[in-house]
């Protein structure tokens, strides 16, 4: 819901007047207090005891304290003006048992041993209440206690430490280009976060742990009031798990697509691209309405990112497998079937995905989970094969495991962790292979880039996906620019017409700051690296209409 | 407590603008409790429950705005509230549009909170989940639901005299059953302020219901159909329209109510003139808060009279530029409808599709309002009248515009998700693709 409402809000380029509720939650301070510490780790580990202790002593049979501090800093801009600048803080306890076979979950932002322990006698007596309707008491794989840990993403720079001025100014600028570059209207943001959050359980786990995240973005649009049309472009950046430092200009980070785009790896570029964006959008204007039909599309990192996020990250997710979210999100074409038989081909034997939380400059990469499960690597899809899923620790001996891959994860001290995607990414190919090879190959074909519009059914079979600029290719080359293109497929069918992908020196990140899922639905962050990548034969439509 | 009464409000309001030394305050309260279950594989999977009370202070000064936020009522923590907005209203970049607080101002009396539902307690949304899940495995199928209520109330004051106070609850219950061999699947959903008037277990048969009548489903070749749209589903595209009603983006030449050669569409006719669609905060089946964020009233507004662009909202900046009066953008709608019921125009339709609801709808074009998503959870082939059988999910791209011009019958409207909508039958509606979803 909340990243439906985000796509919405940037997709047509309004305003902070219209950001949900639910993303600045928490409490509005000013951008010093951001930098205040917060409580020392030896308070919060005497405050977790007290949650730790009366859960048990209630008669818990297992118990985990998320202490969090969550900071956000989002700056909102369009044209010359600064509409909006939100610093927040969002801090409390939440407390999660295990009481008759059955999960019970209270949270409180009283920090007061009093209060805390009155929350975690809450979340007993519900744990008691609903195991009176509990038909699958919980299997809690184990976890050996880590004892005392810390964990930080490794940032350069730390984004709340650079002054709110410096990125007005930057945000003007990158509006000024776009102006100056022939763009009608131009909105433009920086969204910053900062995950202060600390486990602990009666497993023996105290793990304090330092997450950062940040994403840069705009919308470039153009309006020609004669015909009555209008384009827009957004920014070609990826939300990533970076510091201040993602905001930088580093040639060696950049790569230029002849006749094309520039696009980004580690470093971002956000005047330049907001420059480009302009003239793109402009172009787009009179850019040719594609035939539709059949195609070889050329995917960039950032268009492929999502469709891997929504092909391939959500089916694997165990609780939808199991029918544990089928009343939103829905349930999964891979079934457990499909996994066992150990010969079903995902895609073609070239396609390799990997489920990795400890992959640098992720927005996925932590050390631990939010049930004190350490970070690990995995194969979901190898030579083509399914080969694995995605799973907490009350879930995870359903695949006849013992251990935990680590995906929970909750978006606040108050909302109940589950299972969430990790970072899903797609495997460079051994050899060389650039951009410039891949369109060299290609016959008939779309490139495309940019984040646009989504959508895959309940079961992650059918799906359509568009862009942010979709270029022609004929004969080895780019021609022209396209309008009006959305491509759709089937999950399998697409995959298994992946033809080529391109080498390491191309591999990219893409991410998602706000994906939803749950009731309450709740946001989680997570980024997809892949690389450059051909699929053959795919299914284009025209989406051009009249009204 | 967290829900304070209109007086306690008031006294808390007071309090803190009379700390102020901005220019202008503004001060909001929120506060209230919610509670949820969620269950699924016929069994609870997990529940929650918050409360919280905020106290958010907006000083300005000059085009200075500085907001902050509080959960202490100490009188020591308000006053600081107070000082730290006025401290981050000093520091912040003047915004050129920012537009002076509205004075006192009048306001309907939506009642939209009953006792049952802020009553309600985890023992009442165990029993009610309960009982569901006691139906769907009599039936031998598999459920996955929800069940949240919400007791809330909300308060604004500022510096120029405003006060308004509201309050409301609110009870969701949805549910999405099953069969075991996965070839089924049904949902059923509803909302109320209050919570006796969700029939969980009506609900409940519904999605049993079709779940059953969704096995074994036939393909259809995509293409154009007539279809007749449940509520859920209507609702579901003509709340994308209802969002995009802002006259700025109009007049700026970005939105499908912009004209070409420049200006808006107000005034007209863009869709059948059978389409009439207001909001009302005093609507009794759809009670909403009677004001915005800034304290603008919510008042009674057409949008669409048959079919004639009656309406746009306006911010204050934008009005002030136009020369009207500021239109806060509605909350929820009420779309008029006829006097058939479901089962009368499915009996009407010679053949065409039943769609119970859509899912994943996203924006195509926004010059258009083109969405795409799909069916989901009992889509059926309705042939001389009749149900014939279940058929395989479809995906569509077609906008809301169009499919409103394209409008054959208009049934009796129902409350979903907040909004008053009809079942309606359309014609010409653009199935592209076909999905093996279930």
């Keep these: 819901m909340k990243r439906r409402d985000f796509v919405k809000l940037s997709g047509l380029g309004l305003g902070a007047t219209m950001l949900p509720a639910g993303l600045i939650a928490g409490n509005r301070i000013s951008a010093e207090e951001l930098l205040n510490p917060g409580l020392d780790v030896t308070v919060k580990k005497r405050l977790a005891d007290v949650a730790l202790n009366a859960s048990k002593s209630k008669g818990a049979t297992y118990a985990d304290v998320r202490i969090g501090r969550y900071l956000r800093q989002y700056l909102f801009t369009r044209e010359n003006k600064v509409q909006n600048i939100v610093n927040s803080e969002s801090y409390g306890i939440g407390i999660r048992v295990i009481a008759n076979g059955t999960w019970g979950f209270a949270s409180t932002n009283t920090m007061t041993p009093e209060s805390i322990a009155e929350c975690a006698v809450m979340a007993v007596d519900m744990a008691k209440a609903n195991a009176e309707i509990q038909r699958e008491p919980v299997v809690l794989a184990p976890q050996k206690g880590v004892g005392e840990k810390t964990w930080k993403t490794p940032i350069k720079k730390n984004a709340f430490e650079i002054p709110v001025k410096e990125k007005i100014d930057l945000l003007m600028d990158v509006n000024g280009a776009a102006l100056k570059n022939g763009a009608s209207f131009v909105t433009s943001n920086l969204f910053f976060v900062n995950e202060q959050k600390y486990f602990a359980s009666t497993d023996g786990s105290y793990i304090d742990q330092d997450v950062h995240r940040m994403w840069p973005t705009f919308t470039v649009s153009a309006v020609n009031r004669q015909t009555g049309r209008f384009k827009s472009r957004d920014a070609l950046s990826a939300p990533i798990g970076m510091g201040y430092e993602y905001l930088s200009d580093n040639p060696a980070e950049k790569i230029v697509i002849p006749n094309g785009p520039t696009v980004y790896r580690y470093a971002y570029n956000m005047i330049e691209d907001a420059t480009a964006a302009a003239l793109q959008a402009k172009e787009k204007l009179s850019a040719k309405s594609v035939p539709a039909g059949k195609y070889d599309m050329i995917l960039d990192p950032s268009n492929l990112g999502l469709t891997i996020h929504e092909s391939v990250g959500h089916p694997l997710e165990l609780d939808r497998v199991l029918g544990y979210e089928a009343n939103l999100a829905g349930t999964s074409f891979a079934t457990m079937e499909k996994l066992q038989s150990k010969n079903f081909q995902y895609g073609s034997k070239i396609v390799n995905l990997v489920a990795d939380k400890i992959q640098p400059n992720t927005m996925g990469l932590v050390g631990y989970d939010d049930e004190g499960v350490p970070c690990k690597k995995w194969d979901l899809v190898r030579n083509g094969i399914l080969v694995n899923f995605q799973a907490t620790r009350d879930q995870v001996h359903l695949l006849g495991e013992t251990e935990s891959q680590g995906c929970s994860f909750a978006e606040s001290w108050d909302s109940v962790q589950f299972q969430r995607m990790p970072n899903v990414s797609l495997q460079p190919s051994e050899g060389k292979y650039s951009i410039n090879d891949m369109i060299r190959d290609t016959e008939k074909g779309i490139y495309i880039l940019g984040r646009g519009s989504s959508s895959i059914d309940q079961q992650r079979y059918n799906f359509q996906f568009s862009g942010q600029l979709f270029y022609e290719i004929k004969e080895g080359k780019i021609v022209g620019m396209l309008d009006d293109v959305a491509y759709q497929s089937n999950t399998q069918e697409f995959w298994n017409s992946c033809a080529r992908i391109c080498d390491k020196d191309d591999y990219r990140l893409f991410g998602t700051f706000f994906d939803g899922k749950g009731q309450p639905g709740q946001a989680s962050a997570v980024s997809h690296g892949c690389p450059t990548t051909r699929f053959n034969g795919v299914n284009v439509i025209n989406t051009g209409r009249k009204i | ?438």
């Excluded at chain 2, 598999?142 to 106070?165: E, P, Q, R």
């Excluded at chain 2, 969701?172 to 909302?191: E, V």
């Excluded at chain 2, 207001?278 to 057409?302: H, I, L, N």
């Excluded at chain 2, 008029?336 to 479901?342: A, D, I, K, R, V």
Aim: proline share 5%; glycine share 10%.
């Design chain 2, 1 to 438: 407590m967290a829900i304070l009464s209109q007086e306690e409000a008031k006294r808390l309001i007071d309090k803190v603008l009379s700390y102020s030394k901005a220019d202008e305050m503004k001060v909001e309260l929120n506060g209230g409790r919610t509670g949820n279950i969620r269950f699924a594989r016929n069994s609870v999977s997990t529940a929650g429950a918050t409360n919280n009370l905020t106290v958010s202070v907006t000083a300005v000064l000059g085009k200075r705005i500085g907001t902050s936020d509080i959960n202490e009522f100490d009188e020591a923590s308000l006053e600081k509230a107070v000082r730290r907005a006025e401290e981050m209203a000093r520091l912040a970049p003047e915004n050129p549009e920012y537009m002076p607080m509205p004075g006192p101002q009048t306001y309907t009396s939506p009642q939209a909170f009953v006792e049952t539902t802020a009553g309600m307690k985890a023992p009442d949304r165990a029993r009610l989940a309960g009982a569901s899940i006691k139906s769907i495995m009599a039936s031998q199928l598999s459920g996955a639901g929800f069940l949240d209520d919400s007791a809330t109330f909300n308060a604004i004051g500022n510096s120029k005299g405003l006060f308004g106070y509201h309050k409301s609850t609110n009870a969701n219950f949805s549910l999405t059953i099953r069969t075991p061999d996965g070839t089924g699947s049904g949902y059923a959903a509803g909302d109320f302020n209050d919570v006796s008037k969700l029939k969980t277990g009506a609900l409940t048969d519904i999605a049993i219901q079709k779940a059953r009548a969704s096995q074994k489903a036939v393909a259809l070749e995509p293409g154009k159909y007539t279809v007749i749209l449940e509520p859920l589903a209507a609702g579901e595209l003509i709340q994308f329209m209802m969002r995009a009603m802002d006259a700025r983006t109009a007049d700026e030449g970005r939105s499908f109510l912009s004209k070409k050669g420049g200006g808006t569409r107000l005034g007209e006719k863009l869709l059948d003139e059978r389409v009439t669609i207001y909001s009302d905060p005093t609507d009794s089946q759809v009670p909403s808060s009677p004001f915005s964020g800034d304290g603008y009233p919510y008042e009674k507004v057409v949008w669409f009279d048959k079919g004639v662009v009656k309406n746009m909202s306006y911010s204050p900046y934008w009005a002030k530029q136009k020369g009207v009066k500021p239109l806060p953008e509605p909350s929820g709608f009420v779309m008029e409808g006829g006097t058939q019921s479901l089962a009368d125009m499915i009996k009407g339709t010679e053949k065409g599709i039943l769609v119970t609801r859509f899912w994943y709808t996203r924006w195509l074009d926004p010059q258009t309002l083109l969405y795409t998503g799909l069916t989901r959870d009992g889509t059926f082939y309705i042939d001389n009248g009749q149900i014939k059988h279940p058929i395989k999910n479809f995906r569509f791209n077609e906008s809301p515009v169009i499919m409103l011009n394209n409008l054959e019958a208009i049934g009796i409207p129902e409350r979903t998700r907040g909004c008053m909508v009809p079942p309606l039958r359309i014609r010409d509606f653009t199935f592209s693709s076909l999905s093996d979803a279930v």
